[in-house]
């Protein structure tokens, strides 16, 4: 009964290092999204991904790089860690895009600080 | 996709229903009503969505007007585990990646 999976939890990075968040899902979900949240901010979605091997830009995708190599996996890549990246990554998935049913099941974040 | 207004925060006693109200005024008829809750920048959880007929499940309901213009989700009897800051959210119907989130409101129910 775990659904959404996310690690690390925290993370401090030095400006220019890299690092991947990962993500994982065991509902068996097509549907996959990272998003980003700033302090008293809403969410704002980075990149999503359909199915294995099809991934898309969301609004804020400077920055990272994403890839689904299979249904469960779903990294977030942070190649020049900057200090505006500094907020918390949550992923989600979900089991259609259809509006009707649309419900998005979130991971409980990696708080990421690059100082 | 319509935006959402919502007021930064309310108060609510423990025991007594809590009334969240959310404006939608440009919603066109075929995008849904969504609520999340987020508590204490946990990962949002999601609490309902509707059409345009009320719903009710075993967490909330919600209230949707006739010109579906503005909706209101309510906790019938909310408890100190409630505190949270839940979000309105319109999606379109279609096949749609994007949840619109916007600032949400404060929900803090007190003893």
């Known amino acids: 009964n775990a659904g959404v999976t996310q690690t690390p939890k925290f993370r401090i990075l030095k400006i220019g290092q890299s690092m991947t968040l990962q993500c994982a899902q065991d509902m068996n979900h097509n549907y996959m999204y990272w998003y980003r949240q700033d302090p008293g901010m809403g969410l704002k979605l980075i990149y999503y991904s359909v199915g294995a091997g099809i991934t898309d830009k969301g609004e804020v995708p400077n920055g990272y790089n994403v890839s689904r190599s299979t249904t469960e996996d779903f990294p977030l890549r942070l190649e020049l860690a900057a200090p505006s990246q500094t907020s918390v990554y949550f992923c989600?998935?979900?089991?259609?895009?259809?509006?009707?049913?649309?419900?998005?099941?979130f991971g409980a974040g990696t708080r990421l600080s690059v100082l | 996709d319509a935006k959402t207004t919502q007021p930064p925060s309310m108060d609510c006693a423990e025991g007594r229903a809590a009334n969240l109200p959310c404006n939608h005024s440009?919603?066109?008829?075929?995008?849904?009503v969504y609520w999340y809750r987020q508590i204490h920048s946990q990962g949002p959880q999601y609490i309902i969505h509707?059409?345009?007929?009320?719903e009710t499940n075993e967490m909330a309901s919600l209230i949707i007007t006739e010109d579906r213009k503005s909706s209101t989700l309510i906790l019938p009897h909310a408890t100190l585990r409630d505190t949270a800051v839940y979000y309105c959210?319109?999606?379109?119907?279609?096949?749609?990646?994007?949840?619109?989130w916007g600032l949400g409101t404060s929900l803090a129910v007190n003893p």
């Open positions: 989600a998935s979900s089991q259609t895009l259809a509006g009707a049913k649309n419900i998005q099941y």
């Open positions: 509707g059409l345009k007929n009320n």
């Open positions: 959210i319109v999606t379109y119907a279609g096949n749609n990646r994007k949840l619109i």
């Open positions: 440009t919603i066109s008829g075929n995008e849904y």
